[in-house]
């Protein structure tokens, strides 16, 4: 598949970017219909940076302390994305509540991976809110984003089961563990919608 044909992608982290490696690790096959363009982080240490960097992705900072509001940095984030030429973003860790305005100008094009079978569990401390609630299934869930939090159009979902002695941390391990299966595959979902929706506007 030539460039051209694949979906210009920014990945947006906060941290670590563990989400971010496997999304990584499955655009360097030149099939996917996802090529990553852009690494952000609003924060300049983020673990993920160098991840990205090393993996030769262009990567950039959008420090939310650096604005005073959440509009600014909202508008600073947007305009750094369009200046990359990205038309699908996707959230891995990202710790920012972004605002309405910024959600819709991404609508249908901005995804995110949440650690509970939405529409269980929202928010946050999903893990510990699974065993305390007693359920015998917890799982990952990839949606699109909306204004309203974590309340989105599902696009996929992955299931584990709730182990007798189970902790947060023993759950945590295991969700994340199918995140990083399922969110690539989601992804590749959306960017094969997205291009086929471009190719029919050409037409």
Excluded: K
Aim: hydrophobic share 45%; glycine share 8%.
């Amino acid at each position: 598949m030539s460039d051209d044909a694949r979906v210009p992608t920014a990945i947006l982290i906060s941290g670590r970017g563990s989400n971010m490696v496997a999304l990584l690790a499955a655009a360097r096959d030149p099939d996917y219909p996802a090529r990553i363009v852009l690494v952000l982080s609003n924060r300049p240490d983020a673990g993920g940076l160098s991840l990205a960097r090393e993996a030769g992705i262009p990567t950039a900072v959008v420090d939310h302390a650096a604005y005073p509001d959440r509009e600014s940095f909202d508008a600073a984030l947007d305009a750094r994305l369009r200046e990359a030429g990205v038309e699908l973003v996707v959230l891995a860790g990202f710790m920012r509540i972004l605002t309405e305005g910024f959600v819709r100008a991404w609508e249908g094009r901005m995804i995110n991976i949440h650690p509970s079978l939405l529409p269980a569990f929202r928010g946050t401390r999903t893990h510990e809110r699974a065993l305390a609630a007693g359920v015998a299934e917890h799982g990952c869930t990839v949606h699109h984003v909306v204004p309203e939090l974590d309340a989105g159009p599902t696009i996929a979902q992955a299931r584990v089961p709730v182990l007798p002695g189970d902790t947060p941390e023993t759950l945590a391990e295991r969700v994340l563990a199918e995140e990083h299966t399922l969110y690539p595959r989601a992804l590749a979902d959306v960017a094969l919608a997205l291009r086929d929706a471009r190719r029919g506007q050409r037409m």
